[in-house]
Every structure is written in C-alpha cells, then in structure tokens.
C-alpha cells in the first residue's frame, strides 16, 4: 500500500440503540497510510442516520467532521451518514480530508446515533474506531547480480548441500547464486560432517575450502601368550598387549607374529567413537614342522659319505 493508490480498508460497526452505552470504551483499529481511502461500515437500529467525527493530533478535542477537520463537531458540525432500510450505513473516509492534512498518528473516529461531540455523548449511544495512519513509502525492487561460488574439500568427491539443496561433489563450481548468506553443509561416508556459512556477494566469485576429519575409532589388543609383534595392515605397531587409537573406520587387517608360534592374521572392524577389544590366542608350531638335529656327533652329510665309502669298500674285495 503506497500514496499512489488509495486502499480500500472495511470495518463492520454494530450500534444497537438499547446496548450500546454498556460497551462505550469498545473500539476496532485499523491500520493505513496517509491518502488512502477507508471503508467505514456498519449497523444503526433505530435511527435514520450516523453521525461521525474525528479526534487525534492537532485536532479540536471534541472533533471535527471527517470530511473538513476545520469543521468542529461542538459547533454541530458532522459527517452524516444514512442508514437503509437494512439497517446498515457505510462510508468511505478519504483521508486527505479539506481544510488541512492529518499528520501521522493513532486518530479516533466516533460514530454517535446523534449530532452529539464528544462532550455530550452521555446523551447518545456511540462506538468508536481506532485507526493508525502511517507515512506512505516508496521502495523500489532491483535486481540483484548473482555471485559464484568454488568449492573445494580435503578430501575431494565430497557431496555438497547448500541450505536444503544437493549441488553435487566437489571440486564444485556453481554459478548464478543469489546474493546472501548460505550454509554450505559438506559430507563423505567415513568422515565427519561439516557445516559452515557462507556469504555470496553480487557479481563476486567466493571461494569455500573444507577439510573434513576420519572418524576414528581405537583397536585394545591382547594376545596368549603377550610379546607378539603387531602389525595393521602390513604396518609395523608394537608389541602386545597395546592399544591402538586413532584408527580409521572400516575393515583393517590385522597380523599377529611371535617366535614358536603360528602367524595369525584376521579381519577387524573399527566403529567410529569406540574401542574394539579383541583377544587373539596363539597356536605353538607343530614339532613334526621344525629341523630334528642331533645333540653331538657327525651330521647327516658325514654319515650318508661314510655309508657309501663302506659300499665302495666291499665292492672291491668282492672283485678281488
């Protein structure tokens, strides 16, 4: 609503003649701009017209009519106003009234059954309107040139969200943003979500850089017997038992190695947030796998020459 069109703004006002004076300090209010038109309406039983005047700022404390505020309603001065034959009146108020302008403010319009002002309204019967006229205001609507954004994570392949909408996965550049500030929410299966504001200015390219960090979890370890070198994923950690911490979630393998014992490896889970406990027992190495040797005495290689030195020996005694 501005001062180059008048608004046409309604109210229903009810005056019942045997009633009314019960609810005297009752009002309706309205709000409007200078200039504009208002559609005053309602209901009289019993009399054949409504009397009307104005009070508020700078004007005469027993009002004026509405439609001349130099005309003072305690010299009988009113904006009259006839009832049909249904009882019902209506009339539009133009705020830019003769004799002067009203200035902005909280107004009263009195609607009395009688010509009476405000001083000699205990002999009649009245309701009154509250109505808030404002200064009228002009706003012009340009528009705006929308800005860029490029947006890159640490990872890459990180989907983007920009308020409640997926725009893909980075490296991103995306074009034809309205200026304004955004929340750029970045996310990755594996990592932590990150949400950060952005602001995007008129014919601008911002730049967004996002690092995201692993969700972690830790690995307890115990073996049986302790003392077994531990490895993660063919990484070389400590010896057990050991706790292993900052772990990145998902499946790693795990290796278990200890002299006279057979090397384990199995699969383990790390949950984001939590410590996995796992106890691995070791397996001694079978004694039909290890070298027999003997305590003392020749080797093996000795005894098989001999044993052919004896055969070669007893050939020849045989040819002589």
Aim: hydrophobic share 40%.
């Amino acid at each position: 609503m501005n001062f180059f069109c008048n608004a046409l703004i309604s109210i229903i006002l009810v005056i019942g003649c045997l009633f009314l004076t019960s609810f005297a300090s009752a009002s309706v209010g309205i709000e409007a701009y200078r200039g504009d038109t208002i559609t005053l309406q309602g209901y009289s039983y019993g009399s054949p017209k409504v009397y009307l005047f104005l009070t508020g700022p700078n004007l005469p404390v027993n009002g004026v009519a509405l439609n001349d505020i130099t005309a003072r309603a305690d010299k009988g001065h009113f904006t009259e106003v006839s009832v049909d034959g249904s009882d019902h009146w209506v009339y539009k108020w133009g705020t830019n009234t003769m004799g002067g302008r009203l200035d902005t403010g909280t107004y009263t319009v009195w609607v009395v059954n009688g010509p009476n002002d405000r001083s000699r309204l205990n002999d009649a019967e009245y309701r009154t309107i509250s109505v808030e006229l404002g200064t009228p205001t002009i706003t012009v609507a340009t528009h705006a040139i929308p800005g860029t954004l490029v947006i890159n994570t640490t990872p890459a392949g990180v989907s983007v969200v920009i308020g409640d909408e997926y725009r893909g996965s980075t490296p991103l550049i995306i074009g034809g943003i309205e200026p304004g500030t955004y929340t750029v929410t970045f996310s990755r299966f594996g990592y932590t979500k990150l949400s950060t504001p952005v602001r995007v200015m008129a014919g601008e390219t911002t730049e967004v850089m996002g690092t995201l960090l692993p969700l972690t979890g830790s690995l307890e370890i115990t073996t049986s017997p302790p003392g077994a070198r531990i490895l993660l994923d063919t990484v070389n950690q400590v010896i057990s038992p050991v706790t292993l911490e900052n772990l990145t979630m998902g499946n790693h393998t795990l290796t278990v190695v200890k002299e006279g014992y057979v090397t384990t490896e199995q699969i383990v889970r790390i949950i984001p947030g939590r410590t996995t406990q796992i106890t691995i027992p070791l397996e001694p190495v079978s004694p039909l796998n290890r070298e027999i040797l003997p305590a003392s005495g020749p080797g093996p290689a000795i005894l098989i020459a001999g044993f052919i030195v004896i055969l070669l020996v007893i050939r020849h005694l045989r040819t002589q």
